[in-house]
Each structure stands twice: as C-alpha cells, then as structure tokens.
C-alpha cells in the first residue's frame, strides 16, 4: 500500500551570540509554497519595516529593499565642527557596507547549513544640532537656516550617494533625510558654520538580501548572525565626530522553510489486481498464455521538498518484493518502479520513468523539484515478467498470490 510518511518538525530554542555594546536587530524571512505561483521558488522577507521603508513602502518595493532602525535617542552630540573643514572626517559624514557579504544560516535540528547575502542599500535618520539651525546661521527662515548652514539640502546626496524619499520633517535642531548607498564610498556634506555639537536622533539603514533557493534546504528553522562595526574607519562610518555609544550592529537571520510534500492515491488504489495486457480473454478463449501482469496505479503528488524513495515488503524475493501463494508458500518477484512527474528530477537532474525500487533504496536516494509541483500526476508500476508468470499459470492449478507492498516517500533526506 502507498503510503507518504509524516514530516514532523520539532522546535528548539537557539542561543546566539550577542557582541557587546550591540544593537540587535531581528530579520526574517520564510518560505511556503503557492500552489497558484508554483515558479515562485523564493523566501517573503517577514521582517517588519521600520523607519523609511515604513514611510516610504512604494520607493523601497521599487527598488527592493527593506529597512531598520538603530541607535534610537543613543548618538550623543559631539564637536565641534568647523565651517569650511577640508577634512571629511571632521564634519558630517556616512558611509556604509554597501558590498555584498556572504553568511551562513545553520538548520537548529540537523546543521545543514545554507548561504544568506546582504548587502546595506541605504542610510539616513535625523540629525540634530546643538543649537537651532537659526542660531547657528543668523537666518530667520527655519528651512533657510538649514540650507545655508551646509550651503545644499541634504536631500541632494553627495558624490556617489543618490537621494531618495521627501522633504518630510525639518526642525529647529534637526533635518531628516535618506541616501542610497550604491558604493562603499564617504558620502559627506561640509559646514558652512560652526557647530558645537552634532550628533544623530536616529538611524535608519536600508538592506537588500538574496536568500538561498529553499528548494535545496530541508524543512525547518536556519538561524545565522551578520555583524558590523559602527565606529570610526568601522563598517558603518559616520567619521571622527560622531560616535555612537553602541558601536556593533548584529543582524540576527531567522530563515523558516515550511515544505509541501504530500501524495493522493485515488479511491482504491491501494488495492492492486495485476492482469495481462488486454485483460484474461485472450488465454481464456484462445489458450495463449500472457507474457507478464501487471498493473499502473496513478498518483498525485505536490512537493517542494526533496524526498527519497523507500520500498517495504511482506514478502521478500533478492532486493524486492515478492507475492505467496498461500497454499504452496511459493514466492514470486513483483518488481515495482514509479514515475514521477515533469519538474522533480533525481540528484543527476534526470527525469524519473520507471526508476526500479529496491529494499536498500539504491536509486531512490534523491529526488529534488525545479519548481513547486502541485498536485502532478506520477505512476507506480507494478509488473510479474514471463520467467514467473509460466509457473504461475499451470493447467488445472489454481492459485492466488497475494502480498503486501509499503511504498515510502520520504522528506527526511
């Protein structure tokens, strides 16, 4: 009888590492397959966006990207900084891991590792002044002030830094604004004034990730942690100003598969009657005995998982199943083989027809999908060749063969 085995998950706490002195920021994502976008083999990013992806959703969805928020009221002010300063350092400054990095998420149960990359797309916040902007200038006009206070507007990004996002707020010590990082360069905007203090209310970062194909992973929980320093000449630079008390960033990866794999024997098909090509007639009313019996019994399978193939026998004949002749007790060989449909393939990427099960599963180790395959019709094959079909069949002997066949599919690959 055809049976798909259980996939059960159990849960477990996972403890990470946490650097001192860090921010540690959530990101997670998961992957469930659609049965209405089978081709759509990726993670949904389920992190919650936070600051500028949460105000700005049709700009970040443009340009794929998400946000977070850091350093929340934590950026003490610090200066001075001088008009004119011809060193970048010394004024106000960012620049960000905007590189593709590489880290590994671990599966909690099994240690099956997979490869996440992300890469920080973006930076802005709102900064703040020690003094208002009016002070600073002499310049009545509040937008005014800021303007001449860096001689541009900070939403006109320098160098290779790109602005993007409105005009939403600007203060009397603050002025908000957002780059896009498209080079691990300094993005820096030079002061026109002197500022006693200067510091940030916030930081908002944007990140774009490319997530491993969850068709390769099995089911379960990848857990996996991407660091970067927050610090002068660090990973996320603001220069020699500003510096945060928190001086690491720790993005936490969470990343849950949840696989499909499921197999519908249609009503009676666990009852297998093996006859010969065209049905008993022809030996009935002709004498010309069949050459072999057998029986194909379809299936519908839905998988996004790999899985293995196991066979389990009543009887057994060498490395199969065998039917008895409950009188007799003579055995004979039942070879039993399946066929599965277009979009699973085996670890060669071989299509699978008529792929013989063995007892040991030799051939049967691996089967992995392209894309999801929902609800696809495969086939089990079921077949007695000639050599024992003769005996089977003497004159005036009659005899029944029965015996219990346990087809496994099996997600714990």
């Given at each position: ?7 059960v998950i ?36 389920t992190?919650?966006?936070?600051g500028f ?11 794929n990207i998400f ?6 009221g ?39 590792t ?10 802005g ?29 900070w ?7 790109v ?11 603050g002025?908000?604004?957002?780059w ?23 930081l908002?970062?944007?990140y ?8 390769k ?11 970067y320093?927050?610090k ?7 220069g020699d100003?500003?510096a ?32 010969p090509?065209g ?11 069949p ?14 998982s790999?899985f293995?193939?196991?066979l ?14 409950a ?12 066929s ?9 990427g ?7 099960l ?12 392209s894309?999801?395959v ?28 029965t015996?219990?066949v346990?087809?496994?599919?099996d997600s714990?690959?």
């Open positions: 009888m055809p049976t798909a085995r259980a996939i159990g849960c477990c706490l996972a403890v990470l590492a946490m650097e001192a002195g860090a921010i540690v920021l959530p990101v997670t994502a998961t992957f469930n397959p659609e049965p209405g976008n089978p081709l759509k083999n990726e993670f949904k990013n992190t919650p966006n936070v992806c949460n105000n700005n959703p049709a700009i970040c969805q443009a340009h946000s977070l928020r850091s350093h929340v934590n950026i003490p002010l610090n200066g001075p900084i001088e008009p004119d300063h011809a060193d970048v350092r010394k004024g106000a400054m960012i620049k960000t891991p905007a590189a593709w990095r590489s880290l590994q998420v671990r599966h909690r149960e099994t240690g099956e997979a490869t996440v990359e992300v890469r920080i797309a973006g930076m916040g709102v900064y703040t002044l020690s003094h208002s902007a009016q002070e600073l200038t002499g310049v009545s006009n509040l937008f005014q002030a800021h303007l001449r206070l860096w001689g541009s507007r939403t006109t990004a320098p160098n290779s830094c602005s993007i996002g409105k005009e939403v707020y600007y203060g009397f010590t002025y908000e604004f957002f896009l990082t498209p080079k691990e360069e300094v993005c820096a905007k030079q002061a026109k004034f002197q500022i006693p203090g200067f510091g940030f209310q916030y908002d970062f944007t774009e990730l490319r997530t491993p194909d969850p068709l992973m099995s089911t379960g929980i990848y857990d996996g942690t991407q660091v320093t927050i002068p000449n660090g990973d996320f630079d603001l100003v500003v945060p008390p928190d001086d690491v960033i720790q993005l936490d990866f969470t990343l849950t598969v949840q696989h499909a794999l499921r197999v519908d024997i249609p009503p009676g098909g666990n009852q297998i009657e093996l006859v090509q049905g008993w007639q022809a030996w009935l009313n002709q004498g010309r005995k050459t072999r019996l057998f029986r194909d019994q379809t299936f519908n399978i839905s998988s996004s790999r293995k193939m196991q389990e026998c009543q009887y057994v004949v060498g490395n199969t199943c065998a039917l008895r002749d009188d007799s007790a003579d055995l004979v060989r039942l070879n039993t083989s399946v599965l449909p277009s979009g699973l393939a085996d670890a060669g071989r299509t699978v027809q008529r792929r013989p063995f007892l040991d599963g030799s051939g049967t180790e691996l089967f992995q999908p894309i999801y929902d609800r696809k019709p495969g086939a089990l094959h079921f077949e007695i060749t000639k050599e024992y079909v003769e005996p089977m069949l003497r004159e005036g002997v009659g005899k029944t063969y015996g219990n346990t087809v496994i599919w714990e690959v």
